[in-house]
């Protein structure tokens, strides 16, 4: 039997529908036309797409020139390239060391389980930007490891820390471990322990039973855990500024600077448009995944 | 058996450091007398008062606040809606393009949620002359917009782990459907109505790219100016600030675990 709502059905519908239609699927569709725009000197920075000429006549001026050159510029195409490999090594490593705290979570006896979930996630509600502040602290030349490391006598000088691709990782991880762990719990803490016990009373040793049951049900966790990291990884703007190096120019970086201080509007919106397409299989991947889950 | 307990032990007690220890600095540097990270020159709630006179920051701080709240109710509106729609409307038209647009914000790279509605204000100001000029508004909307994804996944997972018989007795007794939605619905997803506000409140806290993008000059929320004095190096005002919100936050959830002990002892489960 299914609840029915007749006008009330429509109206529920129609307001997520219409507000996120216009504040979320349109303005890709400008977006899109102002990567086609030619950069102007004003306010708005673009021309026009549409514009009348001298005659009357209704034109369409566009502009491939900043499509063409993210695509022969090699400088666009390695932060890219640098974006997708950073955020995939990041979403790894986020599996590795999430993997096993969900699955120690899901094991733990039941009245621990919502506290040792609420431990991961606490660092998430507490400020994103604070907590890189923390990794500065901690990996600046005069920071707390450099320090120990200095009075352990292991150093003799500071050894470089912050802005490399050691501190890049770490905040990423850092930040985003909760998005790896919520997921992959929910998925292992519903896996039923008797297939374990069968696979054990069938004479599986337990690291056995772990790679041939365990390992393969939770891919649906595993899977919509890495999207959640990867695809906003790839697109990370305050991290790379902030911890990592000045050879870190990942693409949000780039794009934040396209916009930011070169004010060249159309240009920024060409990066996003083909980070966008990069990113829409993914996208459509995960929101399969999802869909599922919630079914 | 239990050795593998132990080794379990050490994988969650190894992640909790790894989550912890940088916070853990954040409150020990915050109560530290010097200016340097450097130096331990003895206890001190001076960088506390100076957070409270650094009017920059308490401005903005109640600046985010207020859009926060703002967008977090616009938020759990939209978001329930989308969450009931999802859960409960089965297979209706457009549900394809309508769950593509609830679940993408959740993963959207924050640089393009934010490029793409800057574009679309500047374009319906250029058009409709709205938004006259961006700032608090602005922001408030683009947060709803990203929120709202967020509060649909909770509300859904909430409805979709129901027990619908309740319902179905109320409507069976000759209940109206709105009149089920208040009585019965609504008080069963309140839990998830209050995370998912919360939740949205929080991200549109802490969200700085996307305010970046859709406000105007005058209108720096907490994390812009936490960022910008960032970008000049480290000051313990903001270890301060840090420990503030660390506190909250902790006293907030501790409260959760509690209402939620009780919820859960009074249904029984």
Redesign the interface.
């Given at each position: 039997?299914?609840?029915?709502?007749p006008s009330?059905?429509t109206l529920?519908?129609a307001?997520?529908?219409l507000?996120?239609?216009?504040?979320?699927?349109?303005?890709?569709l400008?977006?899109a036309k102002?990567a086609l725009s030619e950069g102007a000197l004003g306010i708005?920075p673009y021309a026009p797409v549409l514009r009348w000429t001298d005659q009357g006549v209704l034109t369409i001026v566009l502009n491939l020139g900043n499509l063409a050159t993210l695509v022969s510029d090699p400088f666009y195409l390695e932060a890219y390239l640098r974006s997708l490999r950073v955020a995939a090594i990041s979403g790894m490593l986020c599996l590795l060391?999430?993997y096993?705290?969900a699955?120690?979570?899901a094991?733990?006896p039941e009245r621990r389980r919502?506290?040792?979930l609420?431990?991961?996630?606490?660092?998430f509600?507490?400020?994103?930007?604070?907590?890189?502040?923390?990794?500065?602290?901690?990996l600046?030349d005069?920071?707390?490891v450099n320090?120990l490391l200095l009075a352990a006598g292991l150093v003799s000088q500071p050894i470089p820390l912050l802005y490399t691709d050691f501190a890049l990782y770490a905040g990423i991880v850092?930040c985003y471990?909760p998005f790896m762990v919520l997921p992959l719990y929910a998925n292992l803490s519903k896996l039923d322990p008797v297939l374990l016990e069968a696979a054990a009373d069938l004479g599986a040793r337990?690291w056995r039973a772990f790679l041939t049951v365990t390992l393969p049900l939770s891919l649906p966790g595993i899977i919509a855990g890495f999207?959640?990291v990867f695809?906003?990884a790839?697109?990370?703007?305050?991290i790379p500024e902030?911890l990592g190096g000045p050879g870190a120019q990942l693409i949000?970086r780039v794009?934040?600077t396209e916009?930011?201080q070169n004010r060249d509007?159309p240009m920024?919106?060409a990066l996003?448009i083909v980070?966008?397409l990069l990113?829409v299989i993914?996208?459509?991947w995960?929101?399969h995944v999802?869909?599922k889950a919630?079914? | 058996m239990s050795r593998s307990i132990g080794r379990l032990g050490l994988f969650l007690g190894v992640g909790y450091a790894f989550l912890y220890i940088p916070i853990a600095l954040l409150v020990v540097l915050s109560f530290n007398d010097s200016r340097l990270i450097t130096v331990w020159s003895g206890f001190s709630f001076r960088w506390y008062v100076a957070l409270w006179h650094n009017e920059r920051l308490i401005e903005a701080a109640l600046l985010s606040l207020r859009i926060a709240a703002v967008a977090a109710t616009g938020a759990t509106v939209i978001g329930m809606a989308a969450g009931f729609a999802l859960a409960r409307f089965g297979a209706f038209r457009g549900r394809g393009l309508f769950g593509a647009m609830v679940a993408a914000p959740l993963v959207m790279p924050e640089v393009i949620t934010g490029l793409s509605l800057l574009l679309l204000f500047v374009a319906l100001a250029e058009s409709v002359g709205w938004p006259s000029e961006r700032g608090v508004t602005t922001v408030t909307i683009a947060h709803v917009t990203f929120a709202a994804a967020y509060v649909a996944v909770v509300v859904q997972s909430r409805l979709s782990d129901f027990d619908r018989s309740l319902e179905e007795a109320a409507l069976d007794l000759g209940a109206r459907p709105w009149q089920v939605f208040l009585l019965i619905t609504l008080p069963l997803i309140a839990p998830a109505l209050a995370s998912g506000w919360l939740l949205a409140f929080t991200l549109s806290l802490d969200d700085l790219v996307i305010a970046s993008f859709t406000s105007g000059p005058g209108a720096s929320t907490l994390p812009m100016v936490v960022f910008s004095a960032l970008r000049l190096g480290l000051t313990p005002e903001l270890f301060a600030l840090a420990t503030v919100i660390i506190a909250v936050v902790s006293l907030g959830l501790l409260v959760a675990l509690k209402l939620g002990r009780v919820a859960s002892a009074r249904s029984g489960g």
């Amino acid at each position: 039997m299914r609840l029915r709502l007749p006008s009330g059905r429509t109206l529920v519908l129609a307001l997520p529908f219409l507000w996120l239609g216009l504040f979320f699927l349109a303005p890709f569709l400008i977006v899109a036309k102002i990567a086609l725009s030619e950069g102007a000197l004003g306010i708005p920075p673009y021309a026009p797409v549409l514009r009348w000429t001298d005659q009357g006549v209704l034109t369409i001026v566009l502009n491939l020139g900043n499509l063409a050159t993210l695509v022969s510029d090699p400088f666009y195409l390695e932060a890219y390239l640098r974006s997708l490999r950073v955020a995939a090594i990041s979403g790894m490593l986020c599996l590795l060391i999430g993997y096993p705290m969900a699955y120690a979570i899901a094991r733990a006896p039941e009245r621990r389980r919502n506290l040792l979930l609420m431990l991961v996630v606490l660092p998430f509600w507490t400020s994103f930007l604070l907590r890189v502040m923390a990794w500065i602290g901690l990996l600046a030349d005069n920071g707390v490891v450099n320090n120990l490391l200095l009075a352990a006598g292991l150093v003799s000088q500071p050894i470089p820390l912050l802005y490399t691709d050691f501190a890049l990782y770490a905040g990423i991880v850092y930040c985003y471990l909760p998005f790896m762990v919520l997921p992959l719990y929910a998925n292992l803490s519903k896996l039923d322990p008797v297939l374990l016990e069968a696979a054990a009373d069938l004479g599986a040793r337990p690291w056995r039973a772990f790679l041939t049951v365990t390992l393969p049900l939770s891919l649906p966790g595993i899977i919509a855990g890495f999207m959640l990291v990867f695809i906003p990884a790839v697109g990370e703007f305050v991290i790379p500024e902030l911890l990592g190096g000045p050879g870190a120019q990942l693409i949000g970086r780039v794009l934040w600077t396209e916009f930011f201080q070169n004010r060249d509007w159309p240009m920024a919106a060409a990066l996003a448009i083909v980070l966008l397409l990069l990113l829409v299989i993914p996208i459509a991947w995960f929101q399969h995944v999802q869909g599922k889950a919630a079914r | 058996m239990s050795r593998s307990i132990g080794r379990l032990g050490l994988f969650l007690g190894v992640g909790y450091a790894f989550l912890y220890i940088p916070i853990a600095l954040l409150v020990v540097l915050s109560f530290n007398d010097s200016r340097l990270i450097t130096v331990w020159s003895g206890f001190s709630f001076r960088w506390y008062v100076a957070l409270w006179h650094n009017e920059r920051l308490i401005e903005a701080a109640l600046l985010s606040l207020r859009i926060a709240a703002v967008a977090a109710t616009g938020a759990t509106v939209i978001g329930m809606a989308a969450g009931f729609a999802l859960a409960r409307f089965g297979a209706f038209r457009g549900r394809g393009l309508f769950g593509a647009m609830v679940a993408a914000p959740l993963v959207m790279p924050e640089v393009i949620t934010g490029l793409s509605l800057l574009l679309l204000f500047v374009a319906l100001a250029e058009s409709v002359g709205w938004p006259s000029e961006r700032g608090v508004t602005t922001v408030t909307i683009a947060h709803v917009t990203f929120a709202a994804a967020y509060v649909a996944v909770v509300v859904q997972s909430r409805l979709s782990d129901f027990d619908r018989s309740l319902e179905e007795a109320a409507l069976d007794l000759g209940a109206r459907p709105w009149q089920v939605f208040l009585l019965i619905t609504l008080p069963l997803i309140a839990p998830a109505l209050a995370s998912g506000w919360l939740l949205a409140f929080t991200l549109s806290l802490d969200d700085l790219v996307i305010a970046s993008f859709t406000s105007g000059p005058g209108a720096s929320t907490l994390p812009m100016v936490v960022f910008s004095a960032l970008r000049l190096g480290l000051t313990p005002e903001l270890f301060a600030l840090a420990t503030v919100i660390i506190a909250v936050v902790s006293l907030g959830l501790l409260v959760a675990l509690k209402l939620g002990r009780v919820a859960s002892a009074r249904s029984g489960g």
